[in-house]
């Protein structure tokens, strides 16, 4: 019953930006960790960034600086906003979050379907 919606993605040249968001809607208690995954064709998902439910986030090396990962509790929702976009950027875009059951308690991990990026050079 719950489900983990992206949005956002699109084309854009390098160095320009893009903003992504991930909308977790259904049965719902409470959202542990919210985090993005990034994954090419014929390659292992790659993670990106992690945001705890307080707001202390994580980066890989290879988007920090450029990448921000940032969330809004009360619509259940995480966000990627990308800055100086590079072709090797170039990925679809998973979300991922740990769910609570508001009727068991039960926490378990949830993905998305997806949103394409792609930057041009």
């Known amino acids: 019953q719950v489900q983990l919606v992206e949005s956002g993605g699109g084309l854009v040249q390098a160095g320009g930006s893009l903003s992504v968001s991930c909308a977790a809607s259904?049965?719902?208690?409470?959202?542990?960790?919210m985090a993005w995954y990034r994954q090419a064709p014929g390659k292992q998902r790659e993670w990106v960034a992690t945001?705890?439910?307080?707001?202390?986030?994580n980066y890989a090396n290879s988007v920090k600086g450029r990448f921000t990962i940032s969330r809004d509790n009360a619509k259940n929702t995480v966000y990627l906003q990308m800055n100086s976009l590079k072709p090797e950027d170039t990925e679809v875009y998973h979300c991922?979050?740990?769910?609570?059951?508001?009727?068991?308690?039960?926490?378990?991990?949830?993905w998305g379907q997806g949103t394409q990026v792609t930057v041009s050079s």
């Open positions: 945001i705890s439910y307080r707001g202390d986030t």
């Open positions: 991922n979050a740990a769910i609570q059951s508001p009727t068991n308690s039960r926490w378990t991990d949830y």
């Open positions: 259904g049965s719902i208690g409470a959202i542990n960790n």
